[in-house]
């Protein structure tokens, strides 16, 4: 096992990793109340949609590396593969920002079964992302500071959710974007 990377201190980590995840839903949540749409970038703010989805296949890559590290006993390739998913994670947190922001908002036009898978899709992964990313931060904040049962325990739950939400964020963003304008 690795030496720990950062000292144990459940009350600073649990103030920041809430804090945190709180200015992050606040933001989303404003985001549906604040459009820069009449700013122009210069180019098509739907590209920061597709820059999202690309980072999420990367992440998505990475998480079932880490695994297949973790499963080798390759302790340390784990670990710099899973700080590289999160990241990455932040990246695309910035790229989701901007589209929002500066893109507004895009009516799925599909109908029947398409529609109903969509918009379950969307909501799972919406409904996940929002109550996943705290315990996400938790889980690799167990695993630097060396608690690795406590890690593997909290990874048993975390890393299917999360591979989940960063595999259907590129598949709403392809069912989405025939309806970008």
């Not at 990246?91 to 379950?120: D, P, Q, S, W």
């Amino acid at each position: 096992m690795l030496e720990p990377s950062i000292q144990k201190n459940d009350y600073k980590a649990r103030w920041l990793i809430g804090v945190f995840s709180t200015i992050v839903f606040c933001v989303i949540v404003a985001l549906g109340k604040f459009k820069l749409t009449q700013v122009n970038l210069g180019f098509n703010p739907h590209v920061f949609a597709k820059l999202s989805a690309i980072i999420n296949v990367f992440v998505a890559i990475l998480l079932v590396a880490a695994l297949i590290a973790v499963k080798s006993k390759k302790y340390l390739l784990h670990k710099r593969i899973m700080l590289s998913a999160l990241l990455l994670s932040v990246l695309f947190l910035v790229c989701y920002i901007g589209h929002n922001l500066f893109a507004g908002e895009t009516k799925f036009g599909g109908v029947g079964a398409i529609r109903t898978f969509y918009f379950v899709l969307l909501i799972t992964h919406i409904l996940l992302a929002a109550v996943m990313l705290p315990i996400i931060l938790f889980t690799a904040y167990r695993g630097l500071t060396g608690e690795f049962e406590k890690h593997k325990k909290l990874a048993r739950m975390t890393w299917p959710l999360w591979l989940y939400i960063a595999v259907s964020g590129p598949v709403v963003y392809w069912l989405i974007s025939p309806y970008y304008r």
